[in-house]
Each structure stands twice: as C-alpha cells, then as structure tokens.
C-alpha cells in the first residue's frame, strides 16, 4: 500500500513552494484541455478582466462556487469587506450566467462569531435582482468528534438561486422509500405513494444526509486539500440543473471537483482558483480521472510523479502534521 500523502498545504507554505516549479500555470494564465473543452484559470474570481479572459463571450448554464467561509481555513476579513469582495465575484458572475441558469454557493456559519458570514451573504444576495433565491440546503458534514459542551457542527449551507427559468431535473437519494401513505384516487382507483412514485427511492429534499463527508479512507480524498467537497453532492448539483453539453462555472477550483463531475456527466466545465498549486491538482485530478478511472489518490498525493512512492520529505511533514495537531489539542 501507498503511504505517500501531502500534509494540508494551507499549513505548510514551504511544502507548497516547493510545488510551484511543478504547477503549469502561473498568475493570469489558462490551461485548455487539449482532449475536452474545459478550461481551467489561474485567475482572480473577484477581477472581472480576469474572469473575462477565461469566459470570452460564453454564458454558463450553471455556476458552482465554493468561496473561503471567512473562518480559519483561509485569511479572515472583516465582515463588511468580505461582503463587498462576495458581492463582486456573484456581480460578476450573474454577467456571465445564461438568461435561464442556476447558481449554487456552498457557505458556513462561524457558530463563535454570531453565524457569520452566512446571514449577511444572504441579505447581500437580496440586492442582485436578477437571482432568486430557490432553496437553502443543508448537507450533513459528519466529523465523528465535537464539543461535549455544544451541539455538534455537523452541517453544511448550500444556497440555490435561479436567474430566469432554468432546467430542474428531480434527483432521488439512494435511501428506498418504506414509509406507504399519501392516498390518492388516480382514475377512480384509490393509490398510494410508493405506486404512484417514479422512483423506489425517496427525492432529494433540501437535507441532504446520504452524502458522506470527505476525509482520508475515501477514495476521492486529494490529500493537500482541506475543503473538498463530496463528488457525489457535486453530481447531484450539475444532473439537476445542467444538461448534456451545458456550460458550468466554479470560481473556487480548490482540489476540481466540480470539474470531475462535469467530465463525467459531459458538460463543460470552466473552473479558476487564485493560487497556482491548486490548478494544478484541479488539472491532475482530471488528467487521473481520464487515464485510472480514479476520483483521487488514495494514500498518496497529486504530485506523487515527484515525490516518489516513498519520500522522505512528505514523511517528515506527516509527521510534524501529526505532532502539530496533538500539541493542538493539548490546548
Ligand atoms: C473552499 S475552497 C473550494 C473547494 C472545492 N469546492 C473542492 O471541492 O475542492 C476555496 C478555493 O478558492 C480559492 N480562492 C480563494 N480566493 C480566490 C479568488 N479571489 N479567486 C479565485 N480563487 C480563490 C482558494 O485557493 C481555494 O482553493
């Protein structure tokens, strides 16, 4: 078995140095898929010549983005500019959405600093008038550890908003449906739910609890990463607002799963992330996904071609990883 994975890379900045002669794109530059049509930008999602230059005049059917919550995992602003800087990328977005599309913003709500951001992005989403607000869904975000003096965090906002009148395509979980109820006379005959149902299984509402959280047994885990986001919440976004040749956007590439799952469902799909390593492991999980049929590396890491099976480099920074979260919870 491979043991080979990259420490979080928001942790090590050195590590993350060392990448960069390895990231093919620099600040300002695009990547195009040299067996596809999809595109990937080392570019500002905030700057709207940037994103010009990745979209040109395309309109997308469908926007995806997942910005840093203004919590520990990336730098923290104040509120109010966080604001003014999230207003910008959705103004900026909405310009380049088709006049029937959707767009999905995954957020969180900072428990110890009064729910911020998430209360405050919705009422700044009241000003865009051409959006909607549709739906505010919650993802269950299971960690398994947690405060013994409050009620676990376990969860995971996702707000729906739709411009126009775009496709809904309904999506089932995999839960089966057992409860029988809902009576209902259809042509004089008196049924109930599970017949008249289209499906075994119960819809996708706006809780979603069948989705298991990313952490390192999964095969999908791009170890370096620390906000990947489920493939399978990402499939359930694109079947149900996108169709078969449909432009999709993600404004924040990260570890690329809203790429993959593009690649998968064969829709388009033109993602930016502002710092270079993470295109590049955007790029390297797609180029993974065409050549092993693999979602991520399991025990070992996007830049093992490097680093070799067995380096003594990565080893050192596991393990001062692992030294540095047990001094942490020390505290
Ligand atoms: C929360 S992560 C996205 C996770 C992603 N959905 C996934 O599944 O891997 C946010 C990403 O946005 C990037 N980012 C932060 N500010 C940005 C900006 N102004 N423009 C583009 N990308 C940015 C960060 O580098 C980070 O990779």
Partial sequence: MKKNPLPRLDKYPELKK???PYCRLKRGEIWK??????KVGCLDAADDRDVKKIMGTKQARLAIHDPPYNQVAFK???LNEYITWCKKWVEITNHHLS???SLYIWLGADQKKGFQPLPDFMIMMRSIEDLKARSFITLRNQRGYGTQKNWMAIRQELLYYTKGNPCFVVQYTDIPKILRGYYKKIGGKVTENIIRGKSKNIRSGNVWVDIQQVFYRREENVSGCYTQKPIKALDRIVLASSKKGDLV?????HSGTTLLSCEHFGRTCYTIDNDPVFCEITI????????KRLLGWQNSNPFEDIFGPDNNLLKEYTSRQRTDYSQLSLF
Avoid: Q, V, W
């Fill in 18 to 20: 060392e990448l960069l």
């Fill in 284 to 291: 390297r999980r797609l180029e993974l996904f065409r050549n």
């Fill in 76 to 78: 923290e602003k104040k």
């Fill in 249 to 253: 956007i993600d404004f924040f590439a």
């Fill in 33 to 38: 898929d040299p067996f596809g049509n999809h």
């Fill in 99 to 101: 006049e029937n599309s």
